[in-house]
């Protein structure tokens, strides 16, 4: 009844609205198109070819996991395979409807009958098969039956699965099937009718889902790196990359139930100042001037949209407290570091005492050309280690996707005497080299730096700078391969039309050459669980191509390293290491039971309990492996840092876990290993 009500009261300004959408969209295609002439690094023609490829982008995103679409539905579509320039051309934008309309139908008939499994018993003799397919390789339905079928299964996997998971006893689980079954059937339905829901509000209107969707397929026709940004997305990803931010203080996470709880207080912050909020408060609503979001079937990531929207500074939180009562909290954003992106230096004990530093992303001031982010942070730390008299430095930048070049620039500077850092070739062609003008060098003792699949962007920077001025050793497994920059550019300067994260330039090593789709080739290889997982940059379609330039300046390297030998040194350790090992032997198992496998077994409790019981049971056993593993090294903090931490416990306890992870790091172990073969390797 509650659904009919809601359905009821919207059904009239929809019609308006959609036309208003409908407005809005032709503004942004319009002005998306200029915008991409007028700034992209290689804008490409409107013709056949980008409506085809846009097509195919489009029609994957809509339904990636073709749970809903139909092949009648593809074959509707594809009236439009070669007509998207003409579009384009042409300002006309109504032809979005039909893709949001179709894909809505789809998704509300799969409701209704997912809705009415309520009532059905449900088969678990075997009589039907459960087909795992990788990749996403399945076609799309053939029509509503085969789509019943499906959401059938699903259902079912999901019920038993949840049952696993609730009690990993196989006899107990058979013992008590029917009755426990009955009892979580209505609620794993329920949740799927949720996360459906999701689907059709996200962004608060799905209309506007969809239209958004087609302009990032527009966008990642000319390369993946460049996307379309409303406004929360916006605020986003420039909370990601800054040092500071407005706030309100409070992280969020949505439980099994459904509800959205806070789950974190940030110490000195907003919500922690006003003090009527805690940890385990159920968030009901949040309402900033005329816009409210009920949290009923809404994912957190709709949330943390509302709650990063610029123009809500203000929210009144509807909050229901752990005792149950239920209390209205308004809030107002302050300023405040951005907790993620907060770096400090570590001692590593051992044989000789080497300094650790995580950077998480080149993270900078977003408000100010010349403010300071993360290379200022690291040169505060660097200072910390230095009164500790190390004796080697390991820079971490596995997992770190990039940021501000200005940033990786200013940190590649601390560890040279000038020089050229890296080469930018602009859309026209010419070039810049990129120069550390500061003479001397922070820290002379020996490098590494950690990277893995994860590191991008102004991580590759940095990493290749540091590689080839012969000024650290890469440990770890192959970067990913983006050598371009991006803007984030307005779609139009007089309307709020959205923004564009936009390809400007491409970047080079000072030797002209480019790891763009190829990545930075560590000097020393360490196994990892992403290897062979082909999520780097060259298996992303339509990526940059690889290129190089001429070099205009002369660099001077420092003395070589002998690399030769400390590669050998650590095959032999890594051969010999158990958890490598076990590291090489579950990417194997992964790759080709779980990836690349395509198989099938009749669908009971049976062979359901074995699938899933087995795989948790592999990373049990690798985990278990891992942790009986003793690492030879010890953490502690600077003295400098252990004085600031005497007067913030909250602080002390997150720190002692940090350096917990440290000690248990393999991959930090072996580039310790890796520095004392450096300075073993010294001549006198």
Same mark, same amino acid.
């Given at each position: 009844m509650v659904r009919q009500f809601l359905i009821l009261i919207f059904s009239f300004p929809l019609w308006n609205s959609n036309a208003q959408n409908n407005l809005d969209f032709c503004k942004q295609l319009a002005a998306l198109q200029n915008l991409i002439n007028a700034a992209h690094y290689s804008p490409k023609p409107v013709n056949d070819s980008l409506s085809k490829n846009v097509f195919d982008l489009f029609v994957d995103q809509l339904d990636e996991d073709k749970r809903f679409l139909r092949q009648s539905d593809l074959g509707a579509f594809k009236a439009d395979a070669y007509q998207l320039d003409d579009y384009l051309l042409n300002n006309t934008c109504n032809f979005i409807d039909?893709?949001?309309?179709? !894909?809505?139908?789809? &998704? =509300?008939?799969? @409701?209704?009958?997912?809705?009415?499994?309520?009532?059905?018993?449900?088969?678990?003799?075997g009589k039907d098969t459960l087909y795992f397919i990788p990749n996403n390789a399945h076609p799309?339905?053939?029509?509503?039956?085969?789509?019943?079928?499906?959401?059938?299964?699903?259902?079912?996997?999901?019920?038993v699965s949840k049952l696993i998971e609730e009690?990993?006893?196989?006899?107990?689980?058979k013992l008590n099937f029917k009755k426990r079954e009955a009892a979580i059937k209505p609620k794993i339905i329920e949740n799927q009718l949720c996360l459906l829901d999701e689907i059709l509000h996200q962004n608060g209107n799905f209309n506007i889902s969809i239209q958004e969707l087609f302009l990032n397929a527009v966008l990642n026709y000319e390369d993946p790196n460049s996307s379309f940004f409303n406004d929360s997305e916006?605020?986003?990803?420039?909370?990601?990359?800054?040092?500071?931010? !407005?706030?309100?203080? &409070? =992280?969020?996470? @949505?439980?099994?139930d459904g509800e959205i709880v806070i789950v974190y207080i940030v110490p000195g912050g907003a919500a922690f100042k006003n003090g009527k909020f805690e940890a385990g408060d159920i968030v009901l609503s949040l309402k900033s001037g005329k816009d409210v979001l009920e949290t009923y079937c809404i994912s957190n990531e709709e949330i943390l949209a509302f709650i990063n929207e610029a123009r809500h500074s203000t929210i009144l939180f509807k909050l229901k407290k752990p005792d149950g009562i239920i209390m209205n909290v308004e809030l107002t954003k302050t300023k405040a570091k951005v907790e993620e992106n907060v770096i400090r230096g570590y001692i590593l004990e051992g044989k000789?005492?080497?300094?650790?530093?995580?950077?998480?992303?080149?993270?900078?001031d977003m408000e100010s050309t010349r403010g300071l982010g993360v290379g200022n942070d690291f040169a505060k730390e660097l200072y910390k280690l230095n009164q500790e008299n190390i004796k080697g430095l390991v820079i971490d930048l596995r997992f770190n996707g990039g940021g501000s070049m200005k940033e990786a620039a200013e940190l590649s500077g601390m560890f040279i005497d000038r020089g050229p850092l890296s080469i930018i070739k602009y859309a026209n062609g010419e070039t810049y080299t990129?120069?550390?003008?500061?003479?001397?060098?922070?820290?002379?003792?020996?490098?590494?730096?950690?990277?893995?699949n994860y590191s991008a962007s102004?991580?590759?920077?940095?990493?290749s700078v540091m590689q080839d001025y012969n000024r650290a050793v890469i440990v770890g497994s192959s970067s990913h391969g983006k050598s371009s920059a991006q803007v984030i550019l307005p779609l139009c300067e007089t309307e709020d039309l959205g923004f564009s994260k936009i390809t400007v330039e491409k970047f080079y090593?000072?030797?002209g050459l480019s790891h763009q789709s190829v990545g930075v080739i560590p000097d020393v290889v360490l196994p990892s669980l992403y290897d062979n997982f082909k999520t780097s940059e060259q298996y992303e379609r339509f990526a940059l191509s690889v290129d190089s330039v001429e070099t205009t300046m002369k660099y001077h390297p420092f003395n070589s390293i002998p690399l030769q030998l400390i590669m050998n040194n650590s095959l032999k350790r890594i051969e010999t290491n158990v958890s490598f090992k076990a590291i090489k032997n579950i990417n194997s198992i992964v790759l080709k039971n779980y990836i690349h496998k395509t198989w099938e077994y009749p669908l009971t409790l049976d062979n359901i309990y074995n699938d899933v019981n087995g795989y948790n049971n592999l990373w049990s056993e690798f985990y278990s492996t891992l942790d009986a593993q003793n690492t030879t090294i010890n953490v502690r903090n600077t003295a400098l840092t252990e004085k600031i931490l005497q007067y913030n416990t909250d602080d002390q306890d997150a720190n002692a876990l940090v350096m917990d992870d440290i000690a248990q790091d393999i991959y930090i172990e072996e580039a310790y290993t890796v520095l004392l073969d450096i300075i073993t390797s010294k001549p006198n």
């Open positions: 039909k893709y949001a309309d179709v !894909l809505k139908n789809r &998704i =509300n008939w799969s @409701k209704d009958y997912i809705a009415t499994l309520n009532n059905e018993p449900l088969d678990y003799s799309y339905f053939k029509d509503a039956t085969d789509a019943r079928r499906y959401w059938n299964k699903r259902i079912r996997y999901l019920i009690d990993s006893l196989y006899d107990n689980v916006k605020t986003e990803f420039e909370n990601n990359l800054a040092n500071s931010q !407005l706030s309100f203080g &409070i =992280n969020t996470d @949505k439980t099994n000789e005492d080497f300094g650790y530093i995580k950077i998480p992303s080149f993270y900078t990129v120069r550390d003008m500061k003479p001397g060098a922070m820290f002379t003792e020996p490098i590494v730096v950690l990277i893995n102004a991580s590759e920077f940095f990493a090593r000072i030797t």
